[in-house]
Each structure stands twice: as C-alpha cells, then as structure tokens.
C-alpha cells in the first residue's frame, strides 16, 4: 500500500506542476517605514477594510508595521496614479435572472433570430451570455449556452392588483404558492430579493403577490359549478353567507331567480364549488407537492398514494387542469410514507439514469498532500512519514477513491474538469492558491480538510456562488451558507441512537457510565430512559466496580451506555462486561443469571484502539451510531483492486470515492448542486449516506446515518433508514 501512496504522491507533483496560473487580481505589498493602513489603503484605491479581510492575521490597523508583507485585493483596478475620472451611472432596470442554462450546438443555415424563437429568449439575452456573439459571426459547430427563464403563466404576467403579505411562522414558500394558487417560480420573480439558492423564509417577511380575484362573473367563468335545490326557508343573504358570495353574484349566476320573483323553494340553481374550510395552511398542518412537467393526475396519485377524491377534495383547483409548477397540499400523515425535505415531498429521482452528458462539471479538489514534506527521491522516510502523518492518509487514501469515482463517471459519459491543490495543512498556502487561481466557473470545491482553511476557502467561494464541500468536517464555528457538511454532526448521530433504542426498548435495566466530557450525552440519555441508574466514575477515568455490580440486574437484560473517548476506560469496562456475560453462561443451570449489552452514543477511536477486546465486543453485542458503514458495494472494491494491483480499499479511499460521486451524479443531473439539494433525498453508496438539510445561513448538514452492531465478531448494519429508498 506504502508503495502505491508513494506513486501517487509522485502523480500529485506532476499534476500540480502542470496546474495554468490565470491572471492575478491581487498585488503584495511590503509596509515601508512611514506607511499606515489608510495611506496603503489609498495609494490603491481599496477600503482598509478590505486590506483587513484579505490579511485575516492583521486584526487592526496598528497591527500594520514595517516590512509586513500584505496582499492588496485590487478588484481589476491598479494603483492610483492619476486622479481617478468618475462617471455617474444611470440607474439600470433591475432584470429577471436565468434559473439554469442548457446548451446547443449550432447547426447548419440557423440563424440568431432563429435561435431566439425556439428558445423564447431576446438576442440581447443570448449575447449576454455568449459575449463572442458580440464580436463573432453564427458558425456552424458554435456551441451556446442558453439562459433558460422562469416558466411564468401569461396571467400571472398581467399587471394586476397586488398586495404585500406578511410570512406567519411554520409557512414555506410552496404553502404561500399554493394559497396564492400560482407555482414557485412566479413567486421569485414578483420578488426578486429572495434567495434562489435556499427555499429559506422568515416570519414577518414581506411579499409581493397577486390579489385574489374578485366575485365577477366574468372572474368566475373558470370556477367548477354544482346544482342547488333551494330547501324551504332559504333567503338569498343566507344562501351568499353559506357559499360565501355576494348575493347580485347569484342572480347573475341565475337569472331566472328574477323572473321568478325571487329565490323559490325546490329551485334548482347554479352555485359555485363549496371551498374546503380546512386548516391553516402552512408546515404544520400539510405537507406540499410541486407539479412536475408532463405528468398527470394518474401519476401523481400513484406516486403520493392518495386516492384522487383525497387530491382534488384537498386541492380545488385541479378541477380547472393539472399544470406543470402548481403546488399541491397533502395531508401532514404523508411524512410517514413518502420522502420530504423542508415540507416539500421529493421525487424518486435515480440519479444514474436522470444524466444529462451535456453537463460537463468542474471540480476543484484542495487537499494535504504535504508534498513540501515527501521527498519522493528517499522512499524510506516517505514511506515512514506516509504512515505517521494521519493528514497524509487521509488525504491519500480519500483521493485514491476519488479517482476511481472519476473512472466511474466517465464511463457513463460524463466528461468532467478536475484541477487538484496540494494545500500543505497551510491557511497562508491555502490563501496563496485562492489569489494565484481564479475559481470563475468552478461548480463545486471538496476541501480542504483543516476548519481553517476550509473557512478561507468557503468565503471566496462564496463571493462567486460556488459550493464548498467539506470531506470530513461536521460543522464550523463560522456560519457558511456554501458548505455541504459531509459528516454527521454528533447530535444527529446521537439522536439517531436514542430513537432506535427508545423504539426497542421493553423494560431493560439502563446504566450510564459518562465521564464529564460527556455530560451532554448523559443527558440526552436520561431525558429517553428517566428511571435510567447512573454508574459512579472515580476520578472521571475508572468505575467504581462495587457499586456498578450492584445496580446490574439478574431479572432483566442490562443496557449499559458507555460514554468516553478514553481507550483505558473502555477496555476496562468491556472487560467488566463481559465477565458479567460469562458468569451468566456459567450460571445458567441456576436461577441468578445475569444478561448485559453494551450501548454508546458517542462513538469515537477509543472503541477501536488494540486494547480494546473485538472478542469482547461481540460478546456484549456491543452497539453504536456511525455515519460510515462496512463495505457493501462489491462494484467499488473490484474498480478499486483492479486499478491498485489487489490493494483493498480503507475508509478513507470508501469517503473519497463516494464524496466524489455524490457530487458528480448531483452536477451531471442539474449544474447546479444547491438546486439539486432541494430534491435530492438521500442518497448512497459504497460506505456512505448523505441526505442533506439546508439550514439556510449556516450551511447543508448530512444526516444520513446508520445503526451499526458487532455480532460474531463482525461488524452489521441493524436498521435501515424507514422505508425510504436511495436515489440511485
């Protein structure tokens, strides 16, 4: 394996060597005796502020001393030399954006006029975004990228009376749509300050929407009609009060009421459709549904197993026809049967066959490859510092994965952009590359692995909208909106535990051994397991084993919750455990017997370390959340062997490749991975789940997981995730 790292490393410093260096927009400058943040500030037309972000070692302007190397971020200008000529700008019509592009390739005799008819685009439109057209004739061959605008009912589009709503608490944009009865897409255009990456909304913000329609009888040519047989005693005023419409409004509805005199008992007359008097729609009380194009009521019944009665009872208006962006209600009970995300239920989307080869994704990958530390020409010390260094394996082994991931993707006709960075675990070699590089076009960065400089890396990512994904990291302290979390955070994993064992358990006998630095996990167990006997740690490293015998049970099975990252303590109590196990095979001719499993929330290297009995833990049927699980794709271990020589691939090779390809099958369905996040449940792979949340200005959090157990020495996976099905 030593081998095969060691010629990667050798490839690494081939590939970086041979990485184009683009225009810099950035300059250094060495502080001279005299000079200050705003004289430097100054002298290049920049804010001092902006010299403070770019230098984020510089925390104020004294800060600023002499022979201080900083870099100037110049923003395409260079510095001052002449008085600067401003010109005042007119104030430009604020336009709508594209929601996604599709490319063409010209074809032979087309024309620019032609092209803006079939794509219903302007040509000033076209150009915009094809700046050669400017300059260039059409050329056969000519390969174009084509905005592709919101889809916008011609109704919609007519400048009717609006009026501003405010959000109440528990709404989404897809309860607001429905209400309003038009598609999501005619939301973001009427208000264009929304965020298009995020479905996120706050209560009390305010929208523009289309005032409903008024009671006309011209207004009301598409409302779906019943007969009424006028019962006796029925007036006018009380037959408007239960259809809840102005009584000239039935009259013109039924002329006849006028011939007649008046409204006569055994009448039959035309009303509209009574409207459901429901709940309140928003997330608590319904979950939503958008109308995808071509599909039909037959589709999405059997899809949303609903009856049609339920669908059109819930929805009034499909009575009027199905259209593509409508946003359906359903019953909140739905959650239970179908996959939703943020109240929207999602499509069983396979990946795999939803590819569009059109799509050509461009990936960066910022990794540590230390490769100012191998000298790759002394084997023996590379070798040695391979297996010292745990960044090294990391990165080497996620790497060597996510090679295999490219070979994958491209045999199924995915040609993909990939640039790779060695960042040498260095926020300022991390900094350097983000000034040297231009990241313009880049659809998504995974790395680097350290929290700082991911933290560099997810700011200038973010000024050009492009997502950053984190291979090993659960959270950051700064708040990213950008960054896909690609681990579990310990309160998913922990959660994930608690409701498994809450769903299991009978009347066990709960004990919990924690040492302080796991206070939190003590108590979210006992907030499950109330009635729970909490273990008395000495000296927060060893158990007072006389205390701890007495609480166990010979009547019913014990469940112990063993909370520590400290190996010492977790041999000794496996140890302890299991002689309890062994005393109750030995006593089972006698009525004393006693049944223990093991059981923790906070799993961590300590229960992997050499001291620690795997006899021992198969023994106590020992139980744990993960969010890796063994190898299970049999797909990947062959692609990986053959392309290594036999070498079976670690973790870290499993996260890489399934990292990679999880991005890869997302961009090739939609170029796009913060709108294909908003349909895409979970998903997985050789080891691996990802099934992220949005939770808006902190970033996309996995909360794929899995429930592992040792059972005859091996390690299993014990539940599955409900009913839900990967999207591949």
């Known amino acids: 394996m030593k081998k095969y790292m060691l010629q990667l490393v050798v490839t690494m410093v081939l590939l970086l060597a041979m990485v184009p260096v683009s225009a810099q927009n950035y300059a250094t400058h060495a502080v001279k005796e005299g000079e200050t943040l705003k004289s430097i500030s100054q002298k290049y037309r920049v804010t001092p502020y902006s010299i403070l972000q770019a230098n984020k070692e510089i925390k104020t302007a004294d800060d600023v001393k002499k022979n201080t190397i900083l870099i100037i971020p110049l923003n395409g200008s260079k510095p001052a030399e002449t008085k600067p000529v401003t010109k005042k700008e007119e104030p430009q019509e604020e336009e709508v954006k594209p929601i996604r592009f599709t490319r063409h390739r010209v074809r032979r005799k087309e024309t620019l006029f032609g092209l803006t008819q079939k794509y219903n685009i302007t040509e000033d439109q076209l150009k915009r975004y094809n700046t050669r057209l400017y300059s260039e004739t059409l050329d056969k061959g000519m390969v174009l990228q084509i905005p592709v605008y919101p889809e916008i009912d011609p109704d919609e589009e007519k400048e009717l009376d609006f009026e501003i709503y405010t959000v109440k608490p528990k709404e989404t944009r897809w309860s607001i749509a429905h209400k309003y009865g038009i598609s999501v897409d005619s939301l973001l255009v009427l208000n264009p300050e929304l965020d298009k990456n995020t479905n996120y909304l706050a209560a009390g913000e305010e929208l523009k929407l289309p005032r409903p329609k008024g009671d006309s009888l011209k207004e009301q040519k598409t409302e779906i009609f019943t007969s009424y047989t006028v019962p006796p005693k029925m007036t006018l005023y009380s037959l408007g009060r239960e259809y809840g419409i102005p009584t ?163 045999k199924l006709g995915v040609s993909v952009d990939v640039k790779t960075y060695d960042t040498q675990l260095d926020q300022a070699k991390v900094k350097e590359i983000l000034l040297r590089e231009n990241l313009t076009g880049v659809d998504a960065v995974i790395g680097p692995l350290a929290a700082g400089p991911l933290d560099e890396v997810a700011v200038q990512a973010a000024a050009k909208n492009i997502p950053v994904i984190a291979p090993i990291a659960s959270d950051s302290k700064l708040s990213h909106s950008n960054v896909f979390f690609s681990v579990p955070q310990d309160v998913v994993l922990r959660d994930k535990m608690l409701a498994y064992m809450e769903k299991i358990h009978k009347d066990e006998n709960v004990i919990i051994i924690a040492d302080s630095t796991h206070q939190v996990a003590h108590d979210s167990i006992l907030s499950k397991f109330p009635s729970a006997q909490i273990a008395k740690v000495i000296d927060n490293k060893s158990l007072h084993l006389d205390r701890f015998l007495v609480q166990l049970s010979e009547e019913k099975e014990n469940w112990v919750f063993l909370e520590t990252d400290q190996v010492n303590m977790v041999s000794s109590v496996t140890s302890i455990l299991n002689s309890a196990n062994i005393s109750r095979l030995d006593a089972e001719e006698t009525d004393k017997q006693v049944k223990v499993r093991m059981f923790t929330t906070s799993y961590n290297g300590a229960f992997e370390d050499e001291a620690v009995s795997k006899a021992h833990l198969s023994n106590l049927k020992f139980t744990y959340p993960s969010f890796y699980r063994e190898t299970v794709d049999d797909t990947f271990t062959r692609a990986y062997t053959k392309k290594y020589d036999g070498l079976l691939p670690d973790r870290y090779a499993v996260r890489g490749f399934d990292v990679t390809m999880d991005v890869l099958l997302k961009l090739a369905y939609r170029k796009n991975l913060f709108e294909t996040s908003k349909y895409i449940g979970l998903t997985e792979y050789a080891g691996n789940g990802f099934d992220y949340y949005n939770d808006w200005t902190s970033g996309y959090f996995n909360r794929a997981c899995y429930i592992m157990e040792y059972d005859d020495l091996r390690i299993k996976e014990v539940e599955q995730k409900n009913d839900s099905k990967s999207n591949l």
Not at 309 to 317: C, G, I, Q, S, V
């Open 248 to 410: 000239d409004s039935i009259v013109r509805l039924n002329p006849e009421i006028m011939k007649e005199g008046g409204l006569k008992e055994g009448m039959v007359v035309r009303l509209p459709k009574k409207r459901e008097k429901g709940n309140e729609v928003n997330t608590e009380n319904y979950v939503f549904y958008e109308v995808k194009p071509k599909q039909n009521i037959f589709r999405i019944t059997q899809n949303l197993k609903i009856t049609r009665d339920e669908l059109f009872r819930l929805n009034p208006a499909l009575e009027n026809g199905l259209k593509a962006g409508m946003v359906l209600k359903l019953p909140k009970e739905k959650e239970k049967e179908l996959e939703v995300k943020n109240a929207l239920v999602l499509d069983k989307i396979n990946l795999v066959d939803s590819i569009d080869v059109a799509n050509r994704p461009k990936l960066v990958y910022m990794l540590p490859f230390r490769l100012d530390k191998v000298n790759v020409a002394d084997t023996q010390k590379a070798e040695e510092l391979i297996k010292n260094r745990r960044d090294l394996a990391i990165s080497l082994g996620f790497y060597t994965g996510a090679m295999v991931a490219l070979d994958s993707i491209k």
